[in-house]
């Protein structure tokens, strides 16, 4: 799933799409605990893309 929302293999590029969403989650039509947890997910991702990049860069 995450190739068809991502079609880079920029590890860098992936973790700043994660951010966006992360940030756009906090501002969603959802409750806060469904806001807080999207935006949990999302930025973890980038976080771990993020590391990844560093290790493999």
């Known amino acids: 799933m995450a190739s068809r929302l991502f079609p880079t293999r ?3 590029a992936k ?3 994660h951010r ?3 940030r756009a989650a906090l501002f ?3 409750s806060t605990r469904t806001r807080l947890k999207r935006y949990n997910h999302h930025m973890q991702q ?3 893309l ?3 990049e560093v290790h493999h860069g």
């Open 10 to 12: 920029n590890p860098s």
């Open 46 to 48: 980038a976080r771990r």
């Open 15 to 17: 973790a700043c799409a």
């Open 28 to 30: 969603s039509n959802s």
């Open 20 to 22: 966006a969403m992360a």
């Open 50 to 52: 993020e590391a990844l």
